[in-house]
Each structure stands twice: as structure tokens, then as C-alpha cells.
């Protein structure tokens, strides 16, 4: 029984970011029902890799939910949305501002006052008023808009996109969180409310510390590669046998890590006393350190800086850091039958997160979806024959 154990959650988003959040909610136990529409989540067919007919794409962000086909643009597909919201806390999409009222399932007008403790989460890009309001957001287009591309890569290459979609990632985290936030507050008020989160906002929000850094500075925030704009050294190095990361957060740290590499009498120069002497002098502590590490092994070097108390890491391709023997230690890979997924990074002592279903087919639970909403066979057979549910993906 996970800490959500008993949380029931309509999920009508589709892509990552709503996705993302509720899938976070169902590793720790809330019950979610994937509301599709008759084509299906697009990310379906986001691939290649398929596995089993599923995209790998789709299977990041959708286990441990159950799926139903809706055509909720029907009369008859609004009416089973507000059937199943009868025993929902938690309603989540990502549709465009006003869909939802032009389908008679508007917050303000309907569900506030049916459904009083309802918690509404609405993913949108901007927002649904000012200059962007309403406009359709996308993670790579957010990240260029707000001015994460503009930090990430490097001088000579230009702004670059992140490579992970970090904006709807954040956005399902923060979504996540604001469901978990207005559930508590239900404790105290017995009312639900609605949620609006905008990748727009949540992407300026994750921009740290380089938004800290222009709003107290006035200067623009440029690229800085894999260096740090506030901390040196904080940079990859090469070494003779492969790249190493080094994260040196303050002198303490600095000393133990000239001593590893053997260079007394670095720490004690006055370029080098502090992070802000070192900052002003990153070209000449980069090039020492440059040369020391072209010089020894990174696999050798990671265990001893560690165990040194320096933040140090080598550079891993995404394969090599889920085969570690670190990952297999944490669980953080884990298989359901063909399906294999990152595993639950917040361990909880008492009521731990669990893997239990795989991600769905499409429409792999309409049927008894409706069942347990106590729609008779006779009904669903009715509503799969016009077309307001599906039971397989349009051919």
C-alpha cells in the first residue's frame, strides 16, 4: 500500500508533462485512469524502439495506470467523464484553455460546484491569458522562448537545446507537487481548487542560478559549456583514459582535491585562495588541472576523489549508467515482463513506491473501466458501437 493508496486520478493529458505527473503519483500508490482519445496518445507512436507495440516514449511516463478510449467530444463521452469524476479526487489534462468548457466540463461553470473537493491540474504552454495566453506550448520551443538555450552549449555553438525535454519534465514535477500541496489543503478546507501550471512558467522557475544571476547583476547570462558561471573549477576534464567531471563547491573541497592529484602548492597561491579568486582566474587553474589530468586514469581517479570528499564523477554514456552496479544496488531499473523502466528514486520506510503495471495498451481497460463505473455490458457494447469508446485503435 503506497502513501496515495486510495487517491483516484482522471488523467485526460496526453505527451509528457501531465503524463509525467501522474505517473509519479501512481508509483506511490494513487489509482489513475489514462483517459485517451479515439487516436490515441501520440506518443504512441513516437518511435522507434517499440516494444510489444509500445514506444518507449510512451512507456517512460504511463505505467501503473489504466487506460480507456473516450471520444469525449460526444454527449455521451462528456457523460462518462463526469460518471467516472463521481469517485475521482484528482483531474489532470493538458487540453487548450476553453476545451473543456466548450465540452460542458468547464471547472468554474460545472465541476466546482458538482464535485466541491475535486482538484483540477491544467498543463497548458503559457497560461491561459496575457501576451502568449492560450497559445500551444512545446518543450523545445518553451526552452528557446525563456532562455535555456541560450545558456546551454557553448560560445562557439550557439544557443543549444537541452537534451533531455527538461521543460515538460519539470512541469510534471511541479504539477505533481501542487496536486500533492492542494490535497493536503483538502485536510483543512474540504475543498478542491484548480491548478494551472505553464511550462512557460515552470522553465523560467528551473533557470538557476543564471535567472538569480541577471536579476541581482543586470549582465546576460551567456553559455558556459560544461563549466559552471558561478564556481570554478566545476568543469569536465580529459584524462588519459576517458572524461571526468569535477564539482569543487569550496575551498575545503579544493585542498583535497590538489592533494589527490598531487599539486601542494596550488591551494596556497593567491590566483587560487578562493572561489572568487578562482573565478577570476579560471583560465589558469583550468589549464593546470588540464594538464595533470591528461595524465592519469578517470576510473582509477573516481573512487579515490570520492572517497577524498571531492565531488568527482566519470562521464558515462546513458547505457554504462544503467548497467552500474550502483544503479542495480538502488533499483532503479526495473522489469515488468517485456517492460523495463528507471526505477522510484524517493524511498519511503513505511509505505514504498511500487512498479505494478506496465504501461497500457491502448484501451486495454475500457471495458471494465466502465464496468466498475456500473455501466452494464448491454451499455458498453451500445457505446463502443458508436464510437464513444474504444476498445482497439481505429485501423
Request: with cysteine.
Amino acid at each position: 500500500m503506497g502513501a496515495l493508496d486510495g487517491i483516484r486520478v482522471l488523467d485526460l493529458s496526453r505527451v509528457l508533462g501531465g503524463p509525467y505527473c501522474t505517473q509519479m503519483l501512481a508509483d506511490h500508490g494513487a489509482e489513475i485512469i489514462k483517459v485517451e482519445p479515439p487516436q490515441g496518445d501520440e506518443t504512441r507512436g513516437w518511435g522507434p524502439p517499440f516494444n510489444a507495440g509500445l514506444s518507449a516514449y510512451f512507456s517512460g511516463a504511463n505505467r501503473n495506470k489504466r487506460s480507456i478510449a473516450i471520444d469525449i467530444g460526444k454527449p455521451e463521452g462528456q457523460a462518462i467523464i463526469l460518471r467516472l469524476l463521481e469517485t475521482a479526487d484528482v483531474l489532470v489534462h493538458n487540453f487548450k484553455a476553453g476545451a473543456l468548457e466548450k465540452w460542458g466540463l468547464g471547472y468554474e461553470a460545472v465541476l466546482k460546484d458538482r464535485f466541491p473537493r475535486l482538484i483540477l491540474a491544467h498543463v497548458t504552454g503559457f497560461g491561459a491569458d496575457g501576451p502568449l495566453g492560450g497559445f500551444p506550448g512545446y518543450d523545445a520551443v518553451v526552452q528557446a522562448m525563456t532562455g535555456l538555450m541560450s545558456i546551454n552549449g557553448t560560445p562557439g555553438a550557439g544557443p543549444t537545446r537541452l537534451g533531455t525535454p527538461v521543460v515538460d519534465i519539470s512541469t510534471g514535477l511541479i504539477a505533481c507537487n501542487a496536486v500533492l500541496a492542494a490535497i493536503i489543503e483538502r485536510f483543512r478546507s474540504g475543498l478542491g481548487q484548480a491548478i494551472e501550471v505553464p511550462l512557460y512558467d515552470c522553465a523560467l522557475s528551473v533557470m538557476h542560478p543564471q535567472a538569480a544571476n541577471a536579476l541581482m547583476s543586470g549582465k546576460v547570462p551567456v553559455a558556459t559549456g560544461n563549466g559552471h558561471p558561478n564556481i570554478v573549477p566545476y568543469d569536465m576534464f580529459e584524462t588519459r583514459t576517458g572524461k571526468l567531471y569535477l564539482a569543487i563547491g569550496n575551498n575545503g573541497q579544493f585542498a583535497k582535491l590538489c592533494e589527490v592529484l598531487d599539486l601542494p602548492d596550488v591551494p596556497t597561491d593567491p590566483r587560487f585562495a578562493d572561489n572568487a579568486a578562482r573565478l577570476a582566474h579560471r583560465a589558469e587553474i583550468t589549464a593546470i588541472l588540464t594538464a595533470k589530468l591528461a595524465e592519469l586514469d578517470a576510473q582509477v581517479l573516481e573512487p579515490r576523489l570520492l572517497k577524498a570528499g571531492v565531488p568527482a564523477g566519470v562521464v558515462r554514456n546513458v547505457n554504462e549508467a544503467l548497467a552500474h552496479p550502483h544503479t542495480a544496488h538502488r533499483g532503479m531499473v526495473v522489469t515488468i515482463g517485456n517492460y523495463q523502466g528507471t526505477g522510484i528514486p524517493a524511498l519511503f520506510s513505511r509505505t514504498p513506491g511500487a512498479v505494478r503495471l506496465a504501461p497500457p495498451r491502448f484501451a486495454q481497460h475500457s471495458r471494465v473501466l466502465l464496468q466498475d463505473a456500473g455501466y452494464s455490458d448491454d451499455q458498453i457494447d451500445t457505446l463502443t458501437g458508436r464510437g464513444v469508446v474504444l476498445e482497439e485503435k481505429p485501423s
